[in-house]
């Protein structure tokens, strides 16, 4: 009996004994390398490069982790001392990646990886290089010969999408709308920018109906007793109305031209200190119609880099380096304070104060505007609070909404470092800004309502023609979300790194920056458009020239925040003192001035300030200068040439 369980243990043993020689002899064989995987980008640009990655799979498609040998690589190389070189490296468990990988050649590139008689191919597409700068490139000149911001957009968009899809052009123009627009909207934060924007322009909309926004005007223009006094009332109102640029320009021409009139101010300096207080205000605030639209940019150009720092935090850190609309602000200021005045606007002024003529002879004055009608008539009674609240409501939400979403993220990493910049880097501004609109527009129709200002149809009315204001925002948003990712699947940033390697210097950049993006706004007439074309250019373009020649991070910050700031100012330059910009022509009208007048003397003080803004901020700050003392050194250098340059104007007072 014994002896039987004896021989059937033993043949029970011999059975496991070969089968597990025969298991393992299996896994010998799967582990056998079989083939290589080769991965790539749907197309390349020649001579730019990308990341290849190779892996060595078996025969069940796994990886072979204990592959280390160095294959043949053909069809892509490296570039060393200005030479091509084949790859020649080992596998490491399995994987081979290459991050500088190129192609010498446009057209199909075949890349061949051999090994003990193992081939493996991919076809790979390989499109020229100056093909990548084409779409931002007919978005520019289209804007400058037609003048029409969407449809400059919407080609370049179709050009790259032609480039991307393999010179589709039919399915090119279907591609703008199903691939490129459906994944610019395809993410959070883009919806909840354009939901704050419509909510924020709903508000204002209410506000304005109300007599709210009206009623803050009325209010500041109580101080205005001499020309001095009507120069700098207009300057404080363009703060009080910071919301809306279109809003400032309308209510401050309009109401404030009867009073500068009997003052004697001439209606060319009224129209200039209107235009400069509109988009200038407005771009710089925390909180505005234009908030969300730069908002969106800043945050598309940031994941395009790979950008961890929220897009709103770093907003509120390029609104020291925006020296043009600072420094043009100041200029009014300071004009007025000095009573002073050089170039054209000299003799107009001293024309209104010594003949009383506020337009010069044969002025062609241009007509008001059904808006400007709307805000300032009306049986509505114009109170202040009915403006004042819903504003301060929005402010007051959206900075507790920061300090709440930014408390709350700190505690869940663990991170008790509750310092304000802290609190803010780590808030979600995009909700903070969500809460404190939707509260904004609450706010202001309950006012309405309780008041009997408004009934609930109006207050309604009231409510989706502000929307209504903000769509066309919003459809140049979307669009500027999508030349981006055009910009980004072409490796447009990559093409003029290479291009500009050796020849500019990064610290140049938010200078030249500012310059090209002035140059399109005048001719455009369009600060946002130009926005939407330039950001997502140069925030790629400055992170990849820093990292070519080893900035470290507060370098990298640095140049982010100043080539940033440079396309939003040089984008208000445009809107400011352009002649077929909205809000100089707005300017115009409100003030009842005449057009070319408007901008021929308005045109010397806009230079002036953006000489002395890249001459004193843009260039040294890039080098690492103090930014708070570029701003000193502007405000004085600008003080001294209005006292120095400028001739006196005799004061009038009634």
Same mark, same amino acid.
């Given at each position: 009996?014994r002896?039987?369980?004896?021989l ?5 043993l011999f ?15 799967? =582990? ?6 080769i ?10 490069? *990308? ?17 280390n ?14 030479k091509?070189?084949?790859?020649? /490296? ?14 010498? /050649? ?6 061949k990886? /051999? ?6 191919? =991919?076809?790979?597409?390989s ?20 003048r ?16 991307? *899809? ?16 459906? /994944?610019a ?15 924020f ?29 009507g ?11 910071? *919301? ?11 109401l ?8 004697r ?22 909180? @505005?119609?234009?908030? +969300? ?19 709103y ?47 010069r ?6 007509q ?13 009674p114009?109170?202040?609070?009915? +403006? ?13 909404g920061l ?5 709350q ?11 304000i910049?802290?609190?803010i880097?780590? @808030? ?6 969500l ?16 008041? =009997? ?12 023609n ?19 990712l055009?910009t ?13 390697? +050796? @020849?500019?210097?990064p610290?140049w ?20 458009g130009?926005m ?5 250019l ?14 470290? =991070? ?10 940033i700031?440079?396309v ?30 408007h ?13 002395i +803004? ?6 040294p700050t ?11 050194i502007?405000?004085?250098?600008l ?16």
């Amino acid at each position: 009996m014994r002896l039987c369980f004896k021989l059937i243990f033993i043949n029970f043993l011999f059975i496991i004994i070969l089968s597990s020689v025969a298991f393992s002899k299996d896994i010998g064989q799967n =582990k056998e390398l079989s083939h290589f995987e080769i991965i790539t980008p749907p197309f390349v640009l020649k001579g730019i490069s *990308f990341r290849l990655e190779i892996v060595a799979r078996d025969s069940e498609n796994r990886i072979l982790t204990d592959y280390n040998k160095k294959p043949e690589i053909f069809g892509v190389y490296l570039k060393e001392n200005g030479k091509l070189i084949t790859i020649n /490296k080992t596998f490491e468990n399995g994987k081979l990646i290459v991050e500088n990988a190129l192609v010498n /050649k446009v057209g199909t590139v075949l890349i061949k990886v /051999k090994d003990n008689g193992i081939v493996s191919q =991919k076809k790979l597409r390989s499109i020229p290089g100056i093909l990548s700068i084409l779409p931002p490139l007919l978005a520019i000149v289209l804007a400058l010969l037609i003048r029409e911001v969407t449809i400059s957009l919407f080609a370049g968009i179709w050009l790259g999408a032609i480039f991307i *899809f393999d010179y589709d052009i039919i399915g090119g123009i279907f591609r703008v709308v199903d691939y490129f627009a459906v /994944k610019a909207l395809n993410s959070p934060s883009h919806i909840q920018i354009i939901i704050f924007t419509v909510l924020f322009g709903g508000m204002v909309g209410i506000i304005s109906r109300n007599g709210g926004t009206l009623g803050i005007a009325y209010f500041i223009t109580r101080f205005a007793r001499t020309s001095r006094g009507g120069q700098i009332a207009s300057w404080l109102l363009s703060f009080v109305l910071f *919301f809306d640029d279109y809003s400032n320009v309308l209510i401050r021409g309009n109401l404030m031209r009867p009073i500068t009139d009997r003052l004697r101010v001439s209606r060319e300096k009224l129209s200039f200190i209107v235009d400069a207080g509109a988009a200038t205000v407005a771009s710089i605030f925390v909180i @505005s119609t234009w908030i +969300g639209y730069e908002i969106g940019l800043i945050e598309s150009g940031l994941k395009a880099i790979g950008w961890e720092e929220n897009a709103y935090s770093v907003f509120i850190k390029t609104i020291p380096y925006r020296f043009y609309p600072i420094f043009a602000l100041f200029l009014v200021f300071i004009i007025a304070v000095l009573n002073r005045d050089f170039g054209p606007m000299l003799h107009a002024e001293r024309r209104a104060r010594k003949e009383g003529k506020v337009i010069r002879d044969g002025a062609q004055l241009l007509q008001k505007l059904e808006e400007a009608e709307e805000f300032l008539s009306g049986d509505k009674p114009a109170r202040w609070i009915n +403006g004042l609240i819903p504003i301060l409501v929005v402010i007051l939400v959206a900075l507790f909404g920061l300090y709440y979403t930014g408390k709350q993220s700190l505690i869940a990493d663990n991170n008790f470092n509750f310092t304000i910049e802290n609190i803010i880097s780590h @808030s979600d501004s995009y909700k903070a800004l969500l809460w404190a609109s939707f509260a904004g527009c609450l706010i202001a129709a309950l006012m309405s309502l309780f008041q =009997k200002l408004l009934n609930l149809r109006e207050t309604i009315e009231a409510w989706f023609n502000g929307i209504k204001s903000m769509l066309l925002a919003v459809l140049i948003l979307i669009l500027a979300w999508s030349i981006s990712l055009v910009t980004v699947e072409l490796h447009t940033a990559d093409y003029l790194v290479q291009i500009l390697r +050796g @020849s500019l210097h990064p610290e140049w950049l938010p200078a030249l920056t500012f310059i090209v993006s002035a140059i399109i706004s005048f001719a455009t007439g369009t600060s946002w458009g130009t926005m939407a074309i330039i950001m997502p250019l140069v925030i790629p373009l400055s992170y990849s020239l820093g990292i070519d020649v080893g900035f470290d =991070k507060i370098h990298l910050e640095l140049l982010l925040y100043g080539v940033i700031s440079s396309v939003l100012a040089g984008a208000v330059f445009g809107d400011h003192c352009s002649p077929i910009s909205d809000t100089t022509i707005l300017s115009s009208m409100s003030s009842s001035c005449d057009h070319i007048d408007h901008v021929r003397t308005q045109l010397p003080y806009a230079i002036l300030a953006a000489v002395i +803004g890249v001459l004193v901020g843009d260039i040294p700050t890039a080098y690492g200068f103090p930014v708070w003392l570029s701003i000193i050194i502007g405000f004085s250098l600008l003080t001294l040439f209005v006292y120095f340059i400028g001739k006196k104007v005799q004061n009038f007072k009634i």
